[in-house]
């Protein structure tokens, strides 16, 4: 009988705005799962990979996932539920637009379409001063640095070794949903005060899957094998589906009555 080897297991989140409910409701689902096939009541996301990689909202929730708890620094904060109630309880502010910043930005004619500030406050309520040195997992979250015009990837495991890729985890989380038109350009900063002026990474890889795997194949990773072969990898690659029309959150979300579409 082949001897069976443990693999290489990546989670890959896809971007898609207000969609990322989707992956975050299907995330909730499986660690349920996980639960009962475990039989250990405080199973997170963040046991089962060795690394998450994440696109815009798919970014976010990575973050979340990869969040360690004050309490036990080597346990998740955050379940899957906590996770995609950023969404749930917050959505109507994010996506919530004032009479009066509809007039300033001409609709989003003139200036960007959401005012940022409800979004970095929901960052901040969720994460706030963590670096990303500090997740408890490798992570690959995708953004766009517009200066350099060339991708910006945050790496936990690279921060972990170089200050200078040691950034604010909100600030990664911010840049990595600045999306263009929507969201004002993230200006973020890295342990060693370099600015970066950065947009969501889904301008360029709305799906990381590829990044993702590539990260696992050319580098050696605290809890990988040493650059393991695709036979030796599972990738778990959630997007945030597919409508003819998009998706908006006032008329997707009632409050008292939940999801309806």
Request: net charge positive; glycine share 8%; with cysteine.
């Amino acid at each position: 009988m082949a001897k069976q080897t443990k693999l290489t297991r990546i989670l890959s989140i896809d971007g898609g705005g207000i969609r990322g409910i989707i992956p975050g409701q299907v995330l909730v689902a499986l660690e349920e799962k996980l639960k009962t096939l475990d039989n250990n009541p405080d199973a997170k996301i963040a046991d089962y990979f060795d690394l998450i990689a994440g696109t815009s909202t798919g970014g976010i929730l990575t973050c979340i996932y990869l969040c360690p708890s004050e309490k036990n620094p080597k346990r998740p904060k955050f379940s899957a539920k906590e996770a995609v109630d950023l969404y749930l309880e917050r959505g109507d502010e994010i996506f919530d637009i004032s009479f009066w910043y509809k007039v300033r930005s001409g609709g989003g004619i003139t200036d960007e379409k959401y005012d940022e500030a409800e979004l970095e406050e929901a960052l901040n309520d969720y994460l706030g001063n963590l670096m990303l040195k500090d997740l408890l997992k490798p992570s690959l979250i995708t953004s766009y640095d517009i200066k350099n015009r060339k991708a910006h990837f945050f790496k936990s495991h690279r921060a972990k070794k170089d200050p200078g890729y040691n950034f604010l985890v909100k600030e990664a989380a911010r840049a990595t949903s600045a999306a263009p038109t929507f969201f004002e350009v993230a200006r973020v900063k890295s342990e060693l005060k370099i600015t970066y002026p950065l947009i969501d990474g889904g301008v360029f890889v709305n799906n990381p899957t590829l990044c993702a795997y590539a990260e696992a194949r050319t580098q050696k990773l605290d809890s990988f094998r040493n650059k393991p072969k695709a036979a030796e990898m599972m990738i778990l690659s959630i997007g945030t589906g597919n409508v003819d029309e998009p998706y908006y959150y006032k008329k997707g979300y009632n409050r008292q009555n939940g999801w309806y579409f």
